[in-house]
């Protein structure tokens, strides 16, 4: 995603939206069936929610800007195999129904948390995000901290980066004021097979492109709104960070990428329950340039929040995720089942935690 000054490039693509836009209305001609349900947000739109699996707590799923739940295919569908697994689409994305208003991070967990309730999906919850909607998880998160099982965050950007890189290297991540501004669609690579026809059909739609427009507008304010909540509740968190660089062409992608790694390495320092992973073969989108490791990687945090619950709750905690506590015992038995049976049989080892 990148923003780019006036331009007769700019006009081009303007131009171009406008015509594609003019004939594809609020959606693409042949928009696909959802594999979810739209569910109402009262008098004004309806959210797209596809849950799968059983089981307690729910992982919910959120992409980066401009991205849906199909980037979730491979992830959602390893995890659902444990517990109840769900993604979403934020207002304009994917299936949902494009709200009009300010798209800031406050007001897009406001969406999740209806959405949640429309959708009758009680907490605990992991929250999954990437880039982006780590705002949204982080003010999710401490809105409602007694819901919040555990945190993952995916290359997640952070509050202060607009700042940093303008600072450091006179580079404007996002748009400074509103006005003229281009996206121009880009499917990520890696996207599933199974889902790749359909992840085109829904690229173009006028609603997606202006929905993230707005998103792009608001980026600052919710940056301003993640710096001024409270602290992340005390539970199991996770983040991962890209192993490939972001900015390949740029003479000072070294730099930068260090900043991007510190800007990573303080958001860790906010819990002492984090655990901070550099995925050297991956990209910015790391769930689907390895999603076993990252299926892997909100096990383990899911993992983690039961070994830490289980004296209180006993052998209970272990039968409900379908072990017998009583001939496992409540000590190594959740770790000896998790290990039987995560998707990759992933371990940190190999993986750098800077």
Known sequence: MSFQPRSARCLYW???????????????????????????????????LNCQGSGSPTVIFDAGLGGDSLQWTRVQRLVAQYTRACSYDRAGMGWSERHFGPRTAGRMASDLRNLLRK??????????????????????????????AGLVFIDPSHEDQILRFKDEFNINLVPSHRGFVTYQPALPANMPEEVLATAKSLQW????????????????????QVATAP??????MLVLTRGVKGWPREPRAEQMEALWLDLHRDLVSRSPTARHVVVPDSGHHIHLDNPNLVADGILLVLEQGWVERRRANSGAV?????????????GPGVEEWWAERRPGRFTWSGYTSP
Not at 126 to 144: G, K, N, P, Q
Not at 318 to 328: P, W
Request: aromatic fraction near 10%; charged fraction near 20%.
């Open 318 to 330: 272990l039968r409900h995720a379908g072990v017998d506590g009583a001939s496992k015992g409540v």
């Open 205 to 224: 739609s006028r609603k997606r492109i202006e929905a993230t427009r707005e998103e792009l507008m608001g980026f600052r304010e919710s940056a301003r």
């Open 231 to 236: 602290d992340l509740p005390a539970v199991p």
């Open 119 to 148: 959708a009758d999906v009680p907490g605990p919850y992991v929250l999954v995000s990437h880039s982006f909607s780590s705002y949204t998880a982080r003010i999710f998160a401490r809105r409602h901290p007694q819901d919040i």
């Open 14 to 48: 303007a131009l171009l939206l406008l015509f594609f836009g003019h004939f594809t209305g609020k959606a693409v001609a042949f928009e696909p069936s959802p594999p979810g349900v739209l569910y109402p947000l009262g008098n004004q739109h309806h959210l797209h």
